[in-house]
């Protein structure tokens, strides 16, 4: 997702960037992340919203349902995440950069087994799965 099409002062975005490096994080990864958060601390604040799917046809979503949204966008980002992590182990061959890439596909399995416990979403499943070939020769 882009979001080149919102207006962010360049300031605070300069800041945000800045302050995400600090923690060792890309902007991206920190912007994903204060987006979720955003969404899971105002989930039962938000109104219904109601979608005009037809001029006949109008369904509410309720509370629940924007929760459920946060769930599912945090499950296709994890397994984005890790399945690009996957990629670049098959062709990185340089053994510290291997390192550093089982790291963080490390970190990224035990955030994804947290979203595992919470939504027991099957793609996720099969992608925590992908990554026993890569974790157990460096586990046993």
Do not use: W
């Not at 300069?14 to 955003?38: G, T, V």
């Not at 490390?106 to 919470?118: N, V």
């Amino acid at each position: 997702m882009c979001i080149a099409h919102y207006y962010i002062p360049l300031a605070l975005r300069d800041e945000f960037k800045n302050f995400a490096y600090r923690l060792c994080k890309s902007a991206s990864e920190a912007l994903i992340q204060a987006m979720e958060e955003f969404m899971e601390r105002h989930a039962q604040e938000a109104q219904p919203i109601v979608i005009n799917y037809n001029q006949y046809n109008l369904t509410n979503i309720k509370i629940d349902n924007i929760i459920n949204l946060t769930n599912k966008a945090k499950v296709k980002n994890i397994i984005q995440e890790i399945e690009h992590l996957l990629n670049l182990l098959e062709r990185v061959k340089d053994e510290e950069s291997r390192k550093e890439f089982y790291h963080k596909l490390m970190k990224k399995l035990e955030k994804a087994g947290k979203i595992y416990q919470e939504t027991r979403d099957e793609e996720l499943a099969e992608a925590i799965e992908k990554c026993k070939k890569y974790v157990e020769p460096i586990l046993f």
